[in-house]
């Protein structure tokens, strides 16, 4: 095997079993919990956790890889993470599992920032772009196979041990790779709310886009099984709008690319709140009339965070773009944590249905400030790439900042840690 890809592979195949074994958990939580009688607002708050850990992770994981090395700490973000898995056959609590999610949503931040940095230190301009490529696929893959995975057990304490062991087992390639640990570099960092004085829609964009997600592939499996469907149906209908929303990455960035990242974000807006309004509408219908809505709905809304992004990106120096894409992250983040909460509460004193009804609304308001925003000031016509993300983006802080020009200089600003720009997976490289 050549030296370049005998480097990337470790890490490549324990990101890939990690992946699954987030998949098969995403899927089993609200199956399970909805099964113990928990109402939508203690699942939603439970989905909420991870998202609050991983925000959390943004900030505090580079620390612990500084101290430990990025092959260290890759062993002990996933240990833990199977620790968190086990731990929660030991009962249904709430608050415990909320704790515990919480811990592992902290953990897998810190596995995708070890990732994606060693990564990038391990390639070179030639290879860059399809190294990130395969990670993404990799990812998404990984994603998809999950809930395929969960419906082939039978209970849900099974699947969590099972889940247990691959967090395990993801951490053995790295831990016997011989390829030494990337050099810790300096970090940049700006501040979220410079972001949003600078591109108020495109920091709104990738905000909502955590929001929207999160409660989808949080509280649709709650959905689902309120309208009578079974736990076994369940993981074909998020595997089909993983899939989905990977496949419309690409054309919506070339789209984005053509006519401009503010007229295709609006389309993207109208027909999520349209199907959004079908699903709140259509819950008893047949199940692969719900499984091809839930396609559409998350093809069109995985793409709001690239379109978000690459308008942020429109608007700062290009010596800001790694900066940038660090709070960007962090907005994504904090949306993601709020979203399953709020429609959880939504969902528990309106009903299930609800939960679309309560979307279709968001989504309609960040409709009207798009089209604000486009009033108030035009667009930018502009070079800079889309920049394709996952319906849950797994992209955190790189470690190593790239060199600056000369005669630039990094400034030091208050806000959150950041991220690679070749980590995330650009369009143009792909």
Not at 303 to 312: K, M, R, S
């Amino acid at each position: 095997m050549p030296a370049r890809f005998a480097s990337i592979v470790p890490v490549l195949l324990g990101v890939l079993i990690a992946e699954v074994a987030l998949g098969m958990m995403t899927t089993l939580i609200p199956i399970d919990l909805a099964a113990h009688g928990l109402k939508a607002n203690a699942i939603g708050l439970v989905g909420s956790g991870y998202f609050v850990g991983f925000l959390i992770g943004t900030l505090t994981c580079a620390r612990l890889v500084r101290a430990v090395g990025h092959i260290r700490a890759f062993a002990v973000f996933l240990a833990l993470s199977a620790d968190c898995a086990l731990l929660m056959t030991l009962t249904h609590d709430p608050m415990l599992w909320t704790a515990l999610r919480l811990v592992m949503g902290w953990q897998m931040s810190g596995m995708f920032l070890v990732a994606e940095s060693w990564l990038n230190d391990k390639t070179d301009n030639a290879t860059r772009g399809r190294t990130f490529g395969a990670y993404l696929l990799i990812s998404w893959g990984g994603a998809a196979l999950g809930p395929l995975a969960y419906a082939c057990l039978k209970t849900a304490d099974r699947s969590l041990i099972l889940v247990g062991v691959g967090f395990a087992t993801a951490l053995l390639p790295m831990a016997l790779t011989p390829v030494s640990n990337p050099p810790l570099g300096e970090r940049k960092r700006i501040g979220l709310m410079r972001l949003f004085n600078i591109s108020p829609m495109g920091t709104t964009c990738v905000l909502s886009s955590g929001f929207v997600n999160g409660s989808f592939y949080t509280l649709a499996p709650v959905y689902l099984e309120r309208h009578g469907f079974s736990a076994s149906q369940i993981p074909t209908f998020l595997s089909a709008s993983l899939i989905a929303a990977l496949l419309v990455q690409y054309p919506v960035g070339m789209a984005a690319d053509r006519y401009g990242r503010r007229p295709i974000t609006v389309v993207a807006l109208g027909l999520a709140v349209l199907v959004s309004l079908l699903f709140a509408l259509l819950g008893s219908s047949a199940f692969w009339v719900l499984v091809a809505l839930g396609a559409v709905l998350a093809g069109v809304t995985a793409p709001l965070y690239g379109l978000g992004a690459g308008q942020t990106n429109d608007r700062v120096a290009r010596s800001d773009y790694v900066a940038a894409s660090g709070g960007l992250l962090f907005a994504w983040a904090v949306g993601a944590s709020a979203g399953p909460l709020l429609a959880g509460v939504v969902m528990t004193h309106a009903g299930a249905n609800a939960l679309f009804y309560f979307l279709a609304l968001f989504l309609a308001v960040l409709s009207g400030f798009t089209l604000f925003r486009m009033r108030r000031r035009a667009g930018v016509e502009t070079e800079s790439a889309f920049i394709p993300g996952r319906a849950a983006p797994t992209q955190v802080p790189a470690l190593d900042e790239p060199p600056l020009a000369t005669g630039e200089t990094a400034s030091q600003e208050d806000g959150v840690a950041v991220e690679s720009e070749e980590a995330k997976g650009r369009g143009s490289s792909t």
